[in-house]
């Protein structure tokens, strides 16, 4: 499974932003062993840090709770692609977003995209 995260930019405090990750994989059967797909952030000198996830065939959504009444997750299977809306952006959210796949058989993460920068001017 591949992720490739997108969006990112240099915005204003109280800006929207929204993030893509498109997912894809080399067969139908990989594609068909996601579980889940998350949204995780890393600020710089700081810990990663869950923000979200979606159930891939179901599309439950799953917050870290601290964050949920600013960010959205959303996914369009035809697209196979994921969708991390961010709103009224402050400046500590400025991070490198990361999207990720749990496969079936795992508790953890096991696919990772390369990242899209966030950075918020306040």
């Known amino acids: 499974v591949q992720l490739q995260a997108s969006g990112g930019g240099l915005v204003q405090a109280g800006d929207s932003l929204r993030l893509s990750c498109a997912v894809s994989g080399r067969t139908s059967s990989a594609m068909s062993s996601i579980h889940e797909v998350g949204w995780i952030r890393q600020a710089p000198g700081k810990e990663r840090e869950f923000v979200a996830s979606?159930?891939?065939?179901?599309?439950?959504?799953s917050y870290e709770e601290s964050l949920k009444d600013r960010f959205t997750i959303s996914r369009d299977n035809a697209k196979a692609t994921v969708y991390l809306q961010i709103y009224r952006l402050k400046a500590e959210d400025t991070a490198v977003y990361y999207c990720a796949v749990r496969p079936r058989d795992r508790p953890d993460y096991r696919y990772w995209g390369q990242g899209t920068q966030v950075t918020v001017s306040s």
């Open positions: 979606i159930t891939w065939f179901d599309g439950v959504p």
